[in-house]
DNA sequence: CAATATTGTTAGCCAAGGCTAAACTGTTTG
DNA sequence: CAAACAGTTTAGCCTTGGCTAACAATATTG
């Protein structure tokens, strides 16, 4: 302990069980947040060029601007990483397509976004807010937690 | 449209009401997404402190290091930014201290936090995963989700 | 109390993901 | 079919959040 100490009279933990998480434990969830980080956009351009490529039959780099309120600047950078990647093909001046493992990860991706979704208006959330969250949430919402949300939403739409 | 298309027999949305959002909303998400993320890592370091400081009484960057399973270099030049923007004070090679706002600040991370996980555990997923998923997804929860999470934790606690 | 160990800081590097401005390509149209 | 417009790319800049290595301060202990 240092000298004096303005924060000493901090309320205790409400609950003794929500003592802080073993070091390994504590460590390995940053570690999978910054994880996902990583390929949260990465997996969002792809999404979003799949949805494009099926709602509209074309993905150009100025729909993606525009929809992800960004530079076409930044999106043409963004489409040679995913080159690099391997997720999409493109000629210059052409519209995009997906490879095959573009396909998969759009279709992976598009799933959770929806379950996230779907699961949040079953909840009871607005709809434009189920929007916003499910955008967020999606990247990090692990299997496990998935498949309860599907459960959860399907029972909610039995009744 | 341009020549061959070998995306084109993509399958149809699922569900015609969940074609594309109007670009607006789009964009939206895609916003609220990009500024949560700049705020994220900031709260996750403020809400540490706060626990650390809760828990142990004091904040050493080496325990913040540890837990976030970062460099101490990482975390020395983090410290700095929070200092900057007045959220810790701190002496060189002393504890960390949260100032009136950091201390706002880690309070309402934390009330988000355990509101995530508690309905997290609610739902019925497994502890470890629930923590994990819960520091994922806390950024990225509107409060009228919080709102109706809560609601459905008490629910389910009561029955 | 000196030597060692731990802890914290600084310097300098890197990649990612933004931006603007300028150059280039392709399309449309007078 | 040339000019104008729309779309795309490139160059070059900035900030954030990582890292390692080297150095500095504090704490511990023989």
Tied chains: 1, 2.
Excluded: C, W
């Amino acid at each position: 302990m240092t000298d004096s100490n303005p924060n000493a009279s901090l309320p205790a933990p409400s609950i003794p069980g929500d003592a802080l998480p073993p070091v390994e434990q504590h460590a390995q969830q940053y570690a999978t947040v910054r994880n996902a980080h990583e390929t949260e956009l990465i997996e969002d351009y792809v999404e979003l060029i799949g949805d494009l490529l099926a709602h509209r039959g074309e993905a150009r780099a100025a729909d993606i601007a525009n929809r992800m309120a960004v530079s076409q600047a930044t999106v043409s950078k963004m489409i040679r990483r995913l080159n690099e990647l391997e997720l999409v093909t493109s000629k210059p001046y052409r519209s995009l397509f997906l490879t095959e493992a573009g396909q998969k990860m759009a279709e992976t991706s598009r799933a959770r976004h929806d379950i996230v979704l779907h699961f949040l208006r079953a909840l009871g959330v607005r709809d434009a807010t189920a929007r916003i969250d499910a955008e967020g949430m999606e990247h990090h919402v692990s299997d496990e937690t998935l498949a309860i949300m599907q459960r959860f939403t399907e029972q909610q739409q039995k009744s």
